[in-house]
């Protein structure tokens, strides 16, 4: 049998410098907020084009945060497609928001504009787009949607690291750089995963930034001053380390996935009809 994801035969190559960034943390009892958080976050900015990143805890955790940091009032609408993770939906109801479900394309994964034109309404206040696995929405259309209308824009790009939307042309816009901000997870899973649970936020907004930079530190920016209520959504050091050496292969494994995908399309030739199924 062969396991669909084999995390150390996949990062076999970065075990030694793994080992020793993680070695290097504990030596310098660099664990909480450490250098080399920042150093990913300024590297995650880059790699997605942003001014900003701020690392989290968890994907849900930056879908929370993001939603929080706009303060809005309690039932605001948040439309978000009826399918994706259930992060997605419950951050928008921890944060004491209304979902609104969106049906998705007949042909693709991501939301549908003709029913997105349906749901919006004058009590709508963020529209979540989910860019699902790595299909990034019709940006510029959704955009056209909105168009002179007080609606943040977020997106989901928990499976969509380094993906392109190319509604824009052909260089294509990357995920994250789109909306008011977008929301990464870094679940051991993802094409950028870590060993453990991390996320991040990326923005082009310094208030957004400042303000998520407090609320995932327990409403502070400076250890025991708290000047709002927030929560402990820290990336760890060690997560960080990891995340950076990742980070340098991404565009690399990515191209690697679209050759295997290719490779599978052209030769399976019985795709519209029922699948040989194998229980084990």
């Known amino acids: 049998m062969i396991k669909f994801l084999d995390i150390n035969r996949q990062d076999k190559n970065l075990l030694k410098s793994n080992v020793k960034d993680i070695i290097k943390v504990i030596k310098n009892n660099d664990f909480i907020n450490g250098n080399n958080v920042k150093v990913f976050e300024r590297n995650f900015s880059k790699f997605c084009n942003t001014k900003f990143s701020v690392g989290c805890n968890s994907g849900t955790d930056a879908l929370f945060l993001a939603l929080k940091s706009l303060n809005l009032k309690k039932n605001s609408e948040v439309l978000l497609p ?71 824009l977020l997106e989901d ?11 824009y042309g052909k260089k294509g816009k990357i995920a994250g750089s789109i909306g008011h901000m977008a929301c990464f997870s870094f679940y051991p899973g993802k094409n950028l995963g870590a060993y453990g649970d991390a996320g991040a936020i990326t923005t082009n907004n310094s208030k957004y930034f400042k303000k998520i930079l407090k609320l995932r530190n327990l409403g502070g920016s400076k250890k025991y001053e708290h000047s709002i209520i927030g929560l402990n959504s820290r990336l760890d050091t060690i997560q960080a380390s ?32 029922k699948l040989i199924k194998y229980s084990k």
């Open 82 to 152: 009826a399918q994706t993770y259930c992060s997605t939906l419950f951050s928008v109801i921890n944060a004491g928001l209304k979902p609104v479900l969106v049906d998705i394309q007949a042909d693709n994964p991501t939301i549908c504009i003709n029913d997105l034109k349906k749901k919006i309404s004058n009590k709508t206040k963020v529209l979540i787009i989910v860019h699902l696995y790595g299909e990034c929405c019709n940006i510029k259309e959704i955009r056209k949607l909105i168009k002179n209308k007080k609606i943040y």
């Open 157 to 167: 790009a928990a499976q969509a690291h380094g993906a392109l939307d190319y509604s």
């Open 242 to 273: 990891i995340l950076i050496n990742k980070l340098k292969n991404l565009n690399t494994n990515n191209n690697k996935r679209k050759e295997i995908a290719k490779f599978y399309n052209n030769n399976i030739k019985n795709k519209f009809v």
